[in-house]
Protein backbone atom coordinates (compact mmCIF):
# COMPACT_ATOMS: atom_id res chain seq x y z
CA UNK A 1 0.00 0.00 0.00
CA UNK A 2 1.14 3.58 -0.81
CA UNK A 3 0.83 6.76 1.01
CA UNK A 4 -1.96 7.97 -0.63
CA UNK A 5 -3.89 4.87 0.35
CA UNK A 6 -2.39 4.93 3.70
CA UNK A 7 -3.92 8.98 4.11
CA UNK A 8 -7.10 8.33 2.60
CA UNK A 9 -7.70 5.55 4.76
CA UNK A 10 -6.74 7.70 7.98
CA UNK A 11 -9.42 10.28 6.92
CA UNK A 12 -11.88 7.74 6.94
CA UNK A 13 -11.52 6.98 10.63
CA UNK A 14 -10.52 11.36 11.37
CA UNK A 15 -13.83 11.66 9.26
CA UNK A 16 -15.92 9.22 11.30
CA UNK A 17 -14.60 10.06 15.05
CA UNK A 18 -12.57 13.76 14.92
CA UNK A 19 -13.90 15.47 12.45
CA UNK A 20 -15.29 18.62 14.41
CA UNK A 21 -17.91 20.94 11.85
CA UNK A 22 -17.78 23.61 14.51
CA UNK A 23 -14.14 24.86 13.59
CA UNK A 24 -13.84 28.44 11.83
CA UNK A 25 -11.90 29.59 9.25
CA UNK A 26 -10.38 32.11 11.69
CA UNK A 27 -7.76 29.98 14.42
CA UNK A 28 -9.09 30.52 18.08
CA UNK A 29 -5.84 31.76 18.80
CA UNK A 30 -5.79 34.15 16.26
CA UNK A 31 -2.22 32.89 15.31
CA UNK A 32 -0.55 32.38 12.12
CA UNK A 33 2.93 30.58 12.34
CA UNK A 34 5.41 30.26 9.23
CA UNK A 35 7.42 27.94 9.46
CA UNK A 36 9.74 25.27 7.54
CA UNK A 37 7.95 22.19 5.39
CA UNK A 38 10.84 19.70 7.30
CA UNK A 39 8.51 16.80 8.48
CA UNK A 40 10.22 17.14 11.97
CA UNK A 41 8.82 20.88 12.52
CA UNK A 42 5.23 20.55 11.96
CA UNK A 43 4.09 23.98 13.96
CA UNK A 44 0.99 22.50 15.38
CA UNK A 45 2.53 19.34 17.41
CA UNK A 46 5.69 21.41 18.29
CA UNK A 47 3.43 24.08 19.86
CA UNK A 48 1.01 21.98 20.93
CA UNK A 49 -1.74 24.05 18.82
CA UNK A 50 -4.96 21.91 18.80
CA UNK A 51 -7.07 21.82 15.37
CA UNK A 52 -8.89 25.03 14.28
CA UNK A 53 -6.43 27.18 16.90
CA UNK A 54 -3.43 28.50 14.54
CA UNK A 55 -2.74 28.68 11.01
CA UNK A 56 0.31 27.87 9.24
CA UNK A 57 2.44 28.69 6.57
CA UNK A 58 4.98 26.54 5.45
CA UNK A 59 7.73 26.63 2.80
CA UNK A 60 11.61 25.63 2.50
CA UNK A 61 13.59 26.89 5.60
CA UNK A 62 10.42 28.85 7.06
CA UNK A 63 11.08 31.84 5.73
CA UNK A 64 9.00 35.14 5.30
CA UNK A 65 10.58 35.77 1.31
CA UNK A 66 8.21 37.74 -1.03
CA UNK A 67 5.91 34.98 -1.90
CA UNK A 68 4.89 34.28 2.08
CA UNK A 69 4.45 38.34 2.47
CA UNK A 70 2.12 38.24 -0.72
CA UNK A 71 0.18 35.25 1.06
CA UNK A 72 -0.12 36.73 4.27
CA UNK A 73 -1.55 40.09 2.11
CA UNK A 74 -3.88 37.63 0.71
CA UNK A 75 -4.93 36.12 4.01
CA UNK A 76 -5.49 39.82 5.44
CA UNK A 77 -7.42 39.98 2.68
CA UNK A 78 -9.59 37.04 2.39
CA UNK A 79 -9.84 38.14 6.40
CA UNK A 80 -11.51 41.45 5.80
CA UNK A 81 -13.86 39.51 2.92
CA UNK A 82 -15.44 37.59 5.80
CA UNK A 83 -15.62 40.42 8.30
CA UNK A 84 -12.47 39.99 9.97
CA UNK A 85 -8.89 41.72 10.06
CA UNK A 86 -4.95 40.54 10.65
CA UNK A 87 -4.71 43.31 13.35
CA UNK A 88 -3.55 44.15 16.68
CA UNK A 89 -5.61 41.16 17.56
CA UNK A 90 -3.51 38.73 16.08
CA UNK A 91 -0.07 37.43 16.51
CA UNK A 92 2.37 36.32 13.31
CA UNK A 93 5.31 34.41 14.94
CA UNK A 94 8.28 33.05 12.54
CA UNK A 95 9.66 29.45 13.48
CA UNK A 96 13.07 28.31 12.30
CA UNK A 97 14.39 25.28 13.83
CA UNK A 98 18.13 23.71 14.37
CA UNK A 99 19.63 22.04 11.71
CA UNK A 100 17.39 23.06 8.69
CA UNK A 101 18.28 21.24 5.27
CA UNK A 102 18.33 25.00 3.69
CA UNK A 103 21.27 25.29 5.19
CA UNK A 104 22.88 22.59 3.15
CA UNK A 105 22.53 25.04 0.01
CA UNK A 106 23.46 28.22 1.92
CA UNK A 107 26.44 27.96 -0.55
CA UNK A 108 24.44 28.27 -3.31
CA UNK A 109 23.47 32.00 -4.64
CA UNK A 110 21.95 30.96 -8.32
CA UNK A 111 19.45 28.96 -6.35
CA UNK A 112 19.01 30.96 -3.01
CA UNK A 113 18.92 34.54 -5.37
CA UNK A 114 15.66 33.91 -6.83
CA UNK A 115 13.73 32.19 -3.62
CA UNK A 116 14.48 35.32 -1.42
CA UNK A 117 13.51 37.85 -4.10
CA UNK A 118 17.27 39.12 -3.72
CA UNK A 119 20.41 39.93 -6.19
CA UNK A 120 23.13 36.33 -5.97
CA UNK A 121 25.72 38.47 -4.00
CA UNK A 122 23.05 39.68 -1.62
CA UNK A 123 22.04 35.99 -0.39
CA UNK A 124 24.97 36.35 2.51
CA UNK A 125 22.37 38.68 3.93
CA UNK A 126 19.64 36.37 4.16
CA UNK A 127 21.33 34.33 7.23
CA UNK A 128 20.75 30.99 5.64
CA UNK A 129 23.47 29.65 8.13
CA UNK A 130 21.99 30.75 11.20
CA UNK A 131 18.15 30.00 12.07
CA UNK A 132 18.89 32.58 15.30
CA UNK A 133 20.14 35.25 12.91
CA UNK A 134 17.24 34.41 10.06
CA UNK A 135 14.76 34.74 12.83
CA UNK A 136 15.52 38.16 13.71
CA UNK A 137 15.65 39.28 10.22
CA UNK A 138 12.46 37.54 9.34
CA UNK A 139 10.97 39.15 12.22
CA UNK A 140 11.60 42.95 11.64
CA UNK A 141 10.50 42.30 7.70
CA UNK A 142 7.25 41.57 8.56
CA UNK A 143 7.25 44.08 11.10
CA UNK A 144 8.24 46.50 8.31
CA UNK A 145 5.83 45.46 5.90
CA UNK A 146 2.73 48.12 6.19
CA UNK A 147 0.08 45.66 4.60
CA UNK A 148 0.55 44.09 8.24
CA UNK A 149 0.73 46.56 10.38
CA UNK A 150 -0.91 46.11 13.67
CA UNK A 151 0.04 42.56 13.61
CA UNK A 152 1.99 41.44 17.25
CA UNK A 153 5.02 39.92 15.48
CA UNK A 154 7.61 37.40 17.55
CA UNK A 155 10.45 34.54 16.65
CA UNK A 156 11.02 31.04 17.66
CA UNK A 157 13.77 28.79 16.92
CA UNK A 158 13.13 25.18 17.42
CA UNK A 159 15.57 22.67 18.53
CA UNK A 160 15.15 19.39 16.81
CA UNK A 161 17.30 17.35 18.81
CA UNK A 162 15.72 18.59 22.29
CA UNK A 163 12.22 19.22 21.24
CA UNK A 164 12.16 22.67 22.60
CA UNK A 165 11.40 26.50 21.29
CA UNK A 166 13.03 29.33 22.18
CA UNK A 167 11.77 32.63 21.82
CA UNK A 168 14.66 34.77 19.75
CA UNK A 169 12.46 37.71 19.19
CA UNK A 170 9.55 38.83 21.71
CA UNK A 171 6.31 40.01 21.05
Known sequence: MGAVETLTGRNK??????????LRMRPTL???????????????????????????????????????LDELFILRNVARAVGDDIDPGWDLIVMHHTQCGITQVHDRPDLLAPYFGVAEDQVDTMRVGNPYDAVALDVSVLRADERLAGARVAGLVYDVTTGRVETVVEP
Open 13 to 22: DFAESRYDAS
Open 30 to 68: ATIVIGCVDARVDPAGVLGAAPGEIMAIRNVGGRVTPHA
